[in-house]
């Protein structure tokens, strides 16, 4: 990666890339006039967030970041695409084509270090090989990395020096998948510039665009994140991401299941086994949420009685912002390996010979599909 240059702070938080002002508290961008002069200026709530970790949040305007990425068509850059490959499904931009024109797109698997330890990360990228394909994404790269456990990376600035040109590097992705993460580790470990971007576990960080300069004049831009509302980590509150997002690789739970059992994870997600031999069924989830197993026929009443409580979090009066269930049926098919896939909360391998119908109940409007196994 050739250099980055010392920044120029403008009006724009360095840290988040929102327009400050000193009037409403209330406000995105506020900062009290007094401490208008620092350098670099970062608004109150990046402060918040570094210092306090804060849950901060603020109401953006989606149409304003979809313009955003509009715009990327008429540009000459190289566009990199950050997907979270824990939560592969529901964070890749789907029609992404359309918004970047003619420009090369560089995709860019993050959280690598979530999964287990003993994984095969030739088949994981076959795999997102595969899966990007069929989304009738076109890529000049692909590259699996970890941006804040530095697995990877050596490949993330081998595919730049080679893509880039001369062109502007864009960052874009879903909301929470390591795009600021990954730009700082580029600042860190490949220039002199004392910059940080704000990162945070909670979704919705980044604000507005925020250009790096690199030292031929052309710049690395952060974008805020596109908000998937197909994702259970934008519909549960905010206090309870710590809980839903892993930090640490995932310890997979195996469960050698009959038909007619039924798996609570936390008061979130019901998953039934419904029909089909007994089988073995992996859980990749976070290993902090509470799995509860009992029997179909008793799951409606003990959910009834004990969400909120024995079940686990979120607590019953978060529960109420949180959309009711709907239920998806799934079939999987006789000698198929599946993942039942639930966006933001993980997937649970199925391996049973003789088929499955599996029923899982989620917040309605969380993505719930069947796919190819990822591991
Ligand atoms: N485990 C793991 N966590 C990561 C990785 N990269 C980023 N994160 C975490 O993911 C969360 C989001 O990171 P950000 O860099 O703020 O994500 P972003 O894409 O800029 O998010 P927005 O600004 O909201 O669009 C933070 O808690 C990061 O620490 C990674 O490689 N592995
Ligand atoms: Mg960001």
Known sequence: ???????????????????????????????????????????????????????????????????????????????????????????????LQRFVGNNPVLLVVNKLDLLPKAINVNRIRNWV???????????????????????????????????????DVYVVGATNVGKSTLINRLIRDYSDMERELTTSRYPGTTLDAVHIPLDDGKAIIDTPGIVYETRLTEVVPRSFLGTLLPDKPIKPLVYQLNSGQSLFMGSLVRFDFVEGDRGSFTFYISNALNVHRTKIERAESLYEDHRGGLLGGPTLEELENIPAWTRHSLRIKRGMKQDVFISGLGWIQVNAASGALIDVYAPKGVKVMLRDSLI
């Open 129 to 167: 090989q595969k899966q990007a394909k069929a989304e009738g994404l076109r890529t000049v790269d692909i590259v699996l990395c970890s941006a804040k456990r530095n697995i990877g990376f050596e490949h993330v600035i081998e595919a730049l020096e080679r893509h880039r040109g001369d062109r």
């Open 1 to 95: 990666m050739r250099g980055l240059q010392q920044v120029q702070t403008g009006p724009a938080c360095a840290g988040c890339g929102v327009q400050l002002q000193s009037d409403s508290p209330e406000l995105p961008g506020f900062l009290p006039a007094a401490a208008m002069g620092r350098e670099p200026v970062i608004c109150q709530r990046c402060f918040r967030i570094r210092h306090y970790n804060e849950a901060a949040s603020v109401a953006v305007d989606q149409d304003e970041f979809l313009k955003l990425l509009g715009t990327i068509g008429s540009t000459d850059s190289l566009v990199v695409h950050i997907v979270d490959l824990y939560d592969f499904e529901g964070s890749l931009i789907s029609g």
